[in-house]
């Protein structure tokens, strides 16, 4: 199966200097209509149960749609549930061989070497799916906290679309330019109304739309967030959040998985697992 467009040196800078004027970049496609179709397919398959993990996370979005009903630190309700299209996220990612494919491909190489270096890691990689059912809504925020218990923060996402992201399905926002304020309050919310109003400027919203396949990357410091799904149809989207590969647990002092680099996860490794291994912030 053919799998990944290829891009040019030339592509590969321009993303790179839009990721640091804007706090993201438009990949546009980066995959082939039947791999993104391939890896659709098995998003539903993990959501259905049809293809399982022992040990991976899941994470069902609140019955009644309200975000702020969710609790985000269960680690108790944080396994498969049951089939159910109403699972919100996915994690564990990198364990599976084919999404590891596309954390690992040739494009994020090139461009976490230009950001990042040779050495790369995840902090997470997941499936984020905004149900058809009464889906919540994301409030703003950022991918870097000073609560998180890490050494140092991630650098950039990537987030990939397996079957088309609108703004009635609930597509990702952005605001533009807002990963040059730095950590906002302790970062990873926005709920605070003085910085809301000191660091969010509602004309710099844009909504990335995206076909199925094609792709963007956003700073990790880039307020971002999405509304309800408003279609019949569900949202899902793939994304993984790159960083440096020496970035720790400071609770448990592991690292995270490596995507690029020494000791790089491979698909042979991953498909040799009888389990997802113990999570980077559980204490083994
Ligand atoms: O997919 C979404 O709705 C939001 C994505 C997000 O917050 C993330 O990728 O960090």
Request: proline share 4%; net charge positive; charged share 25%.
């Given at each position: 199966m053919h799998k990944f467009i290829k891009f040019d040196n030339n592509q590969i800078t321009k993303i790179c200097q839009d990721l640091d004027v804007n706090g993201y970049s438009i990949l546009g496609k980066i995959i082939t209509d039947e791999f993104v179709d391939f890896l659709n397919q098995r998003a539903i398959d993990l959501m259905m149960g049809k293809i399982k993990y022992e040990g991976m996370f899941f994470k069902l979005d609140d019955p009644d749609g309200d975000y702020f009903k969710i609790k985000h630190e269960d680690i108790d309700n944080e396994l498969f549930q049951g089939p159910s299209e109403r699972y919100k996220k996915i994690k564990d990612l990198e364990y599976d061989p084919y999404f590891l494919q596309l954390a690992q491909c040739?494009?994020?190489?090139?461009?976490?070497?230009?950001?990042?270096?040779?050495?790369?890691?995840?902090?997470?990689?997941?499936?984020?799916?905004?149900?058809?059912?009464?889906?919540?809504?994301?409030?703003?925020?950022?991918?870097?906290?000073?609560?998180?218990?890490?050494?140092?923060?991630?650098?950039?996402?990537?987030?990939?679309?397996?079957?088309?992201?609108?703004?009635?399905?609930?597509?990702?926002?952005?605001?533009?330019?807002?990963?040059?304020?730095?950590v906002i309050g302790d970062g990873n919310n926005l709920l605070d109304d003085k910085l809301k109003n000191k660091f969010f400027d509602e004309n710099k919203i844009k909504n990335l739309e995206l076909k199925k396949g094609e792709a963007c990357i956003f700073s990790n410091y880039t307020l971002h967030g999405s509304d309800k799904n408003t279609t019949d149809k569900n949202r899902l989207g793939f994304t993984t959040c790159y960083m440096n590969a020496q970035?720790?647990?400071?609770?448990?002092?592991?690292?995270?998985?490596?995507?690029?680099?020494?000791?790089?996860?491979?698909?042979?490794?991953?498909?040799?697992?009888?389990?997802?291994?113990?999570?980077?912030?559980?204490?083994s």
């Open positions: 040739k494009l994020l190489e090139d461009i976490c070497k230009l950001r990042i270096g040779v050495n790369v890691s995840s902090m997470r990689s997941m499936i984020l799916n905004k149900s058809r059912f009464n889906s919540s809504i994301l409030p703003f925020h950022q991918d870097v906290s000073e609560n998180w218990a890490m050494t140092d923060k991630p650098n950039f996402t990537l987030w990939l679309s397996l079957n088309g992201a609108s703004k009635e399905n609930g597509c990702l926002k952005v605001v533009e330019g807002s990963h040059k304020y730095g970035i720790k647990n400071t609770k448990t002092n592991k690292n995270y998985p490596v995507i690029f680099g020494k000791n790089a996860l491979t698909q042979d490794y991953v498909k040799s697992l009888k389990k997802i291994p113990s999570k980077v912030y559980e204490l």
